[in-house]
């Protein structure tokens, strides 16, 4: 007769996998002591939940939805998680106000669900399909922006680079504690900012 799996312990679980996610990072976190620490065996954890990223996944992703709303919100539809960006157009200005406004609501994500946007910022497999798109985005404003096609190897590799920089430094920032949510929020808009400036740099200097 099959086990029936209980919502009390699922609930211990993700718990655990929570403190374990914080303490030791996504990629270096373990199986081994997530189970461990929900006093269960490895065997009986896989049970429940089969990887490291389907618990991460049931983690983070209600928080993943709440800035994919936002972004959607922001652009009026053109620009939702997952989406190519193809279908979005912006001058820099714009661009710069649409960022003010992303940087404030997701401090004010992260105000609410701390533990959730920390966690998504690690190399899961959201983050790395929230980073992708990032760097599609990037992508696009690139070839937008100076005289490059768009399969050029030179705006993968730039926009990557982009990409993992710019939440790299989110992450940092974020994992402060000695931080106002204020100086936060200016914070993130002086650093997503920044980036922006890069991109309007005069075209010569990318040729």
């Given at each position: ?124 497999r959201l983050n790395r399909e929230l980073t992708a798109w990032f760097a599609a985005v990037i992508a696009d404003l690139i070839t937008r922006s100076y005289p490059f096609e768009k399969d ?5 590799i730039m926009s990557q680079c982009y990409a993992d920089a710019i939440f790299g430094g989110i992450r940092t920032m974020l994992a402060n504690k000695n931080i106002s949510d204020e100086s ?24």
């Amino acid at each position: 007769m099959a086990q029936v799996l209980k919502d009390e312990v699922r609930d211990s679980i993700l718990e655990s996998a929570r403190e374990e996610f914080l303490e030791h990072g996504f990629d270096d976190s373990s199986m081994r002591r997530i189970a461990q620490k929900s006093r269960m065996t490895v065997g009986n954890l896989y049970r429940y939940f089969k990887s490291k990223d389907e618990l991460s996944d049931t983690i983070v992703s209600p928080t993943y939805a709440l800035i994919d709303g936002m972004v959607d919100r922001l652009t009026g539809g053109k620009l939702g998680l997952g989406k190519d960006g193809s279908a979005f157009s912006a001058e820099i200005p714009e661009i710069k106000e649409m960022l003010g406004s992303l940087s404030d609501g997701l401090v004010e994500i992260y105000k609410k669900h701390r533990t959730e946007v920390r966690i998504l910022m690690m190399g899961s497999r959201l983050n790395r399909e929230l980073t992708a798109w990032f760097a599609a985005v990037i992508a696009d404003l690139i070839t937008r922006s100076y005289p490059f096609e768009k399969d050029d190897e030179r705006i993968r590799i730039m926009s990557q680079c982009y990409a993992d920089a710019i939440f790299g430094g989110i992450r940092t920032m974020l994992a402060n504690k000695n931080i106002s949510d204020e100086s936060l929020k200016n914070m993130v808009r002086i650093y997503l900012n920044s980036y922006l400036m890069m991109l309007d740099q005069d075209q010569s200097a990318m040729m």
